[in-house]
């Protein structure tokens, strides 16, 4: 269901890619900080069971999210008896809160180094 929608919805394509990509944890994006600092500071109380399960864990989310990423930006839409000419609509909620999210996550992978500056006060 997701072939082809790159086609038919580029902005929200590229703004659901950069959304599934910081939740599993690739740079730049700001999912990709917090699981690090996560994994980091496991392996500084001595849990390493549970900081290579997080690994294989987001090993896991990365895998599914370019799975997905990968049927939307470079499979084709497999032709249906019943198919519609013009373009499937996507509620204007919808498109607007992933573009959004996409944004801020993007801006917090960018601009990380302030945010934690100023999350590290509150750790001491």
Not at 58 to 87: D, Y
Not at 91 to 100: A, E, M, R
């Amino acid at each position: 269901g997701l072939a082809g929608f790159l086609d038919r919805h580029p902005v929200i394509a590229f703004s659901a890619a950069a959304s599934l990509f910081s939740a599993a944890g690739l740079p730049p994006f700001g999912g990709f900080f917090a699981k690090i600092i996560i994994l980091f500071s496991l392996l500084e109380k001595g849990h390493f069971f549970i900081a290579c399960a997080g690994c294989i864990f987001i090993f896991l989310a990365c895998w599914c999210s370019i799975r997905i990423v990968s049927a939307v930006f470079f499979h084709e839409p497999e032709e249906q008896k019943n198919t519609k000419t013009e373009k499937e609509n996507v509620p204007l909620s919808v498109g607007f809160v992933i573009i959004l999210l996409a944004i801020f996550l993007a801006f917090y992978g960018i601009f990380s180094s302030y945010f934690l500056e100023k999350i590290s006060v509150f750790a001491n």
